[in-house]
């Protein structure tokens, strides 16, 4: 049987992923507030972050905490398990958002799946989906990338993968790299993509910056930025398809790889969007 296909047992043992606030308490669910309390274990990223939530919630937590990171998640993920299986409740938080989106907890969700044990989760804020939601920018179609390399280097390799990116872009930023990022950006997108820069988002000093590249380049060379970011970046704009003689050049390349001609021409007509036929004529025309 595949490991998809495990059967779990919602009676049983379970893991609650829960979205906790990304600023303000009050955006704490009453089911997050009942888990708080009642939960066998609290999986928590920061046990401090963790203890300041539950002071200005009001309420007192019953079970064991544990602090659960980046750095132990090896090492403590298989207890967790156990504890599950023992018919364990194990609340697993992060310090902001929902776990397991660019925080701990991918692990142990993986780990369970595979052993076949219950996950669900409690859902609640989202910096990612806050963000988009206030950019400005199209939200139909959007993808999450986290945070960039710190490397220049690498940062710019990665950029350069997202070249043809026609999706909505969220990342995440450390306010000190902020200025180093949307410099990054300028130089593999251009000065006038589309961009807003999401500052504390839900807390007192909210701020959405929205404005080219170019110009939240400026605002960040010229300010003191502080806080959690959020940048969400336009997708690149649709190319023209152009005509059949401008791809010949890209059809030659792979038959000289070793693909047949009519293997490389239906590839290349797909990827460019022109005629099968016109772009196999141009290329016969220019040979």
């Not at 906790?20 to 046990?47: C, F, K, M, W």
């Not at 993808?143 to 990665?158: H, M, N, T, V």
């Not at 293997?263 to 022109?274: P, S």
């Not at 099968?276 to 220019?286: D, I, N, Q």
Request: charged share 25%; with cysteine; net charge negative.
């Amino acid at each position: 049987m595949s490991r998809d296909l495990l059967p779990v047992i919602p009676g049983g043992g379970r893991i609650v992923l829960a979205a906790t606030p990304i600023g303000n308490v009050g955006d704490a669910s009453s089911r997050l507030v009942e888990l708080l309390q009642t939960a066998h274990v609290i999986a928590a990223e920061d046990t401090r972050r963790l203890h300041r939530l539950v002071h200005a919630l009001g309420i007192e937590v019953s079970g064991r905490v544990i602090s659960y990171h980046e750095h132990n998640e090896a090492t403590k993920t298989a207890d967790l398990l156990e504890q599950v299986q023992a018919g364990k409740t194990i609340l697993m938080v992060s310090d902001a958002g929902m776990p397991a989106v660019s925080d701990p907890g991918f692990r142990l969700v993986e780990a369970a799946v595979a052993a076949g044990l219950f996950v669900t989760a409690v859902p609640g804020p989202s910096a990612v989906l806050t963000a988009l939601a206030l950019s400005g920018l199209p939200t139909d179609r959007f993808c999450f990338e986290g945070f960039l390399p710190r490397k220049a280097g690498e940062r710019s390799s990665r950029l350069a993968e997202l070249d043809a990116e026609r999706r909505t872009m969220v990342f995440f930023e450390a306010p000190h790299r902020l200025e180093a990022m949307l410099r990054a950006l300028h130089d593999r997108f251009g000065g006038e993509r589309r961009v807003a820069v999401c500052r504390e988002l839900t807390k007192t000093y909210e701020e959405v910056l929205r404005g080219t590249v170019h110009e939240l380049l400026e605002w960040a060379e010229n300010s003191e930025v502080r806080g959690e970011i959020a940048v969400v970046v336009d997708g690149a704009p649709e190319q023209a398809p152009g005509t059949p003689e401008d791809h010949v050049a890209a059809v030659n390349e792979l038959v000289a790889q070793g693909i047949r001609l009519k293997e490389a021409v239906a590839a290349v007509a797909e990827e460019a969007r022109v005629s099968k036929r016109e772009l196999y004529s141009a290329v016969l025309a220019a040979r």
